[in-house]
């Protein structure tokens, strides 16, 4: 494919998008808040498909199987994104990648849409290949919207992060309700349609909502005409690097394969942690900055892969939990398991604006990135204190609804510290020549913490309150101790650093 002509147009005064961003910004927006909706509508849903009854519709999995498929999936979305950072940047540039994925995605849910088992695993296969291609991509095309010394690129991103979150808001409201409410499955049969097939209009609304993402960006797409071009190829080389995709290919499914390991031997995860201990170690006691930041990086990640490991429970052990345990109604009106996967984001587009406040507000004296981490590490573990006495009021029946929307409360504090704060850490800690890898790797995080909250999840009984009171204190407890460790290691961090804060 030849690259498309260099960029025509200079975005830097362009103020005609929200909040006088570029206008490109805002289609990126609807773009990936469309992207955003069929990705959680869809997962809002799959959890409990996976385990419903064939009389109710469902696939009639057990837990243990229906989590670790969950985890392999959530896994294999992110893990992805290496191999799709990397088409991007050596083959078609993230615009083509961002169209791909797209088409991909939505081919995948309305594959999964058809209803037979083997297209549901089709479907998912799609969805994690074409979110892989998109996810990563669309990121960069934001960044690539901006000068190095634009002052609105900090901003540009939260406005960004605010597009996910509404995205992720309205769409477990919309096929939870297809799924699940009484409502449409009474629809369904009036019009002389199987209502237990009902999880199926879940699944396509998903497909709708990444549709709806293409048509804006097409639409739209001369905004960005500019951004995202294709690699020329390196002067001397011969061609593309098809070696090295092969390898990264390679490198991603044998990655994902090893990590499907875990399902049966458990002891897979203690050798991956140990070899991020060794790898630490390695990097933080050489003497040149490069390998003292690359050490700072691994210290990051080993945080995030622990916190995302509690916080990715919500389309699972937490999804479950509001379904068997948790009363659903609010204003006296019953509504779906499923809505609680809006809440997280409610609290993020409520929060989001009063952290930039607070950052902007505290300025030098906010706290360091490392012990910004170590704030969201406490969080995520006290959401689970949180639910030890929730876990025990199961015992006289179904628990107030109050207890999850703390429990959201204390995960989203725990998201804006340790989220955002991540990405833009990454990029400034990584050599130039590296930014790709880097943001791959922060990726990374979430693939292998969603894996390990899918093995964790497994573990998840309805039916015994002081066992369900244990399976959340045990969680705290790792993630309170792991919590201690990062906060004695803030001192080493910073100066692994350097400059960078
Ligand atoms: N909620 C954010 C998003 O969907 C971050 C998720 C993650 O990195 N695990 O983009």
């Keep these: 494919m030849n690259p498309l002509p260099a960029a025509p147009a200079d975005t830097t005064h362009d103020t005609g998008g929200i909040g006088g961003h570029p206008r490109g910004l805002t289609t990126l927006f609807f773009t990936e808040m469309w992207e955003r909706f069929s990705y959680y509508g869809m997962r809002a849903i799959l959890m409990l498909f996976m385990v419903k009854t064939a009389a109710e519709g469902g696939l009639g999995f ?11 999936y959530t896994m294999s979305v992110y893990l992805l994104s290496i191999l799709g950072g990397f088409i991007a940047d050596n083959f078609i540039g993230a615009r083509r990648a961002m169209v791909a994925g797209g088409i991909i995605i939505a081919t995948g849910h309305f594959t999964m849409a058809t209803g037979s088992i083997p297209a549901f695993y089709t479907g998912l296969v799609l969805i994690a290949i074409g979110t892989g291609l998109l996810k990563p991509n669309i990121s960069t095309m934001v960044g690539s919207l901006y000068s190095e010394e634009d002052g609105r690129r900090d901003a540009g991103f939260s ?9 992720a808001f309205l769409s477990p409201l919309v096929t939870g309700y297809l799924a699940q409410s009484e409502g449409w499955r009474a629809q369904l049969a009036s019009w002389g349609l199987n209502p237990v097939q009902s999880w199926h209009w879940g699944f396509g609304a998903a497909g709708v909502g990444m549709t709806l993402g293409l048509l804006v960006y097409v639409r739209q797409r001369e905004r960005l005409a500019h951004v995202g071009n294709a690699p020329a190829p390196e002067p001397g080389s011969h061609g593309r690097p098809w070696g090295k995709l092969g390898l990264v290919a390679l490198g991603s499914v044998a990655l994902i394969g090893a990590m499907k390991l875990s399902d049966t031997y458990p002891a897979v995860i203690l050798v991956l942690f140990a070899l991020q201990i060794g790898a630490i170690l390695f990097f933080g ?36 939990f509001a379904d068997n345990l948790t009363d659903n109604t609010a204003f006296g009106q019953p509504f779906p398991s499923s809505w609680w996967q809006s809440v997280n984001s409610a609290w993020v587009i409520l929060l989001a604006p009063l952290f930039a406040w607070l950052w902007i507000k505290l300025g030098p004296r906010q706290p360091s990135s490392p012990m910004k981490f170590t704030l969201g590490l406490l969080f995520v573990a006290l959401s689970f204190v949180l639910m030890v006495p929730a876990a025990k009021l199961t015992a006289e029946g179904k628990v107030s609804p109050l207890w999850l929307v703390g429990l959201y409360f204390l995960q989203t504090t725990g998201e804006m510290l340790l989220s955002p704060v991540g990405l833009s850490t990454m990029t400034r800690l990584a050599p130039q020549r590296l930014v790709g890898l880097v943001m791959g790797i922060w990726f990374l995080a979430s693939a292998l913490g969603s894996k390990l909250a899918g093995v964790i999840a497994g573990e998840f009984k309805s039916d015994n309150p002081a ?10 407890l790792w993630v309170g101790a792991a919590t201690v460790a990062l906060f004695a290691l803030v001192p080493w961090v910073k100066r692994l650093m350097g400059g960078v804060r």
């Design 62 to 72: 057990d837990t243990k199987k229906a989590a670790a498929i969950y985890g392999t």
């Design 159 to 167: 406005i960004f992060y605010m597009g996910i979150n509404i995205g």
């Design 285 to 320: 006691f050489r003497p040149d900055p490069d390998s003292k930041r690359m050490a700072a990086i691994l210290v990051f990640f080993f945080a995030a892969q622990i916190f995302w490991a509690i916080f990715e429970q919500t389309g699972s052990s937490i999804t479950l």
């Design 467 to 476: 066992e369900l009171a244990s399976f959340f204190w045990q969680q705290a």
